[in-house]
């Protein structure tokens, strides 16, 4: 048995990669490198719903979201992962263009810190969804129409940025650790290799194995297990749950080595689906499974438990704008984490809006399991106090 092949068939390869190797470069942050890992791998998979492989780090500046991102994507086969710091809408928009031999399938795609304005274009809309073509209006007041071959693994960094509903959809949040504890345990690392002087790096033969595996097409037998055990409330799940079932299948592909086939198909196996639970919790933190951006995390904390707070009440905590606050009032109505009432304050000519947190029940992600036999009774989960 070749190297390579004895480094993939090793069962516990995803920890190999992202405990031990990413450990010598990344300070904890286990679930957020293990999900970054997990994404990037969607690039091998055939039959996906290729915006499952979008992600966006959104913290704010100094975190080491970057950090995080580029060093796991570092220990990706070269050539692999196309990198970029800067990038603005034009230069997006003829990006490879006149590169008839380019794809983007099979790639991962990192750029840092994106602008509102580059989420805004309509080349990176149709490159984040699975459009293949998008129209622009060129320098010289053309419209032009711009043919994207392939689709990649979309992976984004943003500090300030508060997405449209559409790109929300799109681009599941990835949050980091910001605590002073991460802090200090940064320093402590960093002290660590100034006192040795030796830079880390990975082990090349496992980087080297990585550029063995290939692009699968997977099936999910057990699939029907999974779908009552999601909250299907919210239209977002109409999105968001054949991603989760998507990184079923990137987890099937990295570990394509150690999985049955079934003719031309990959088998997915139970340690695919614990797997892509990580991810899944990372990306939603809440029962209901929905993404929220940092500063939606961030309101919704201010909330006493029975407590009603008007934007004004709200306004005493956060350094933000009154129309960032509205917006995210806005959201985190229509997603069910708040609700509104009208009330008629003295001095005040006109009704104002108040708003309660929903205190969600049930624990969600963490009950999520398989029935692998018929002894083992498949439990169902609660949501607002109801089974489902």
Do not use: C
């Amino acid at each position: 048995m070749s190297d390579n092949l004895s480094i993939l068939s090793n069962p516990d390869l995803f920890n190999i990669i992202t405990e031990q190797q990413l450990n010598k470069k990344i300070v904890k942050e286990f679930e957020a490198r293990k999900t970054v890992f997990l994404v990037a791998h969607g690039r091998l998979v055939r039959n996906a719903v290729m915006t499952s492989y979008n992600l966006m780090a959104n913290s704010a500046s100094g975190t080491g979201k970057d950090w995080v991102i580029k060093h796991t994507l570092e220990i990706l086969p070269e050539g692999s992962v196309i990198y970029q710091n800067k990038m603005t809408p034009a230069a997006f928009t003829y990006w490879h263009k006149d590169d008839p031999s380019w794809t983007w399938d099979g790639k991962a795609l990192y750029l840092e810190d994106v602008s509102n304005k580059l989420l805004r274009s309509e080349v990176f809309k149709t490159m984040s969804s699975s459009g293949t073509n998008a129209v622009v209006v060129n320098k010289k007041q053309e419209t032009e129409e711009i043919y994207i071959r392939g689709k990649s693994v979309m992976i984004i960094t943003t500090n300030d940025v508060l997405p449209s509903d559409d790109m929300y959809r799109r681009f599941p949040i990835l949050f980091l650790n910001d605590s002073v504890n991460q802090t200090k345990a940064i320093m402590k690392r960093q002290s660590e290799m100034a006192m040795t002087g030796i830079k880390p790096g990975y082990n090349e033969k496992l980087r080297e194995a990585l550029n063995f595996l290939e692009p699968v097409s997977v099936k999910i037998p057990f699939a029907d297990e999974i779908d009552d055990q999601f909250p299907s409330d919210h239209v977002i799940m109409r999105t968001h749950y054949p991603r989760f079932l998507d990184y079923i299948k990137a987890s099937a592909a990295l570990h394509q080595k150690q999985r049955e086939t079934e003719g031309e198909l990959l088998v997915a196996s139970e340690k695919d689906f614990d797997i892509a639970k990580i991810a899944l919790k990372v990306i939603t933190q809440n029962p209901l499974m929905i993404p929220l951006t940092k500063k939606m995390d961030r309101l919704l904390k201010i909330f006493k438990e029975g407590e009603w707070y008007s934007a004004k009440d709200l306004m005493r905590y956060l350094p933000w704008t009154p129309k960032t606050i509205y917006k995210l009032l806005d959201i985190l109505t229509a997603h069910g984490f708040l609700i509104r009432i009208m009330r008629n304050i003295e001095g005040v000519d006109r009704e104002v809006q108040f708003y309660q947190k929903i205190e969600l029940g049930g624990e969600g992600i963490d009950k999520m399991r398989l029935s692998t036999d018929e002894e083992k009774p498949k439990e169902k989960l609660t949501y607002f106090g109801h089974t489902i």
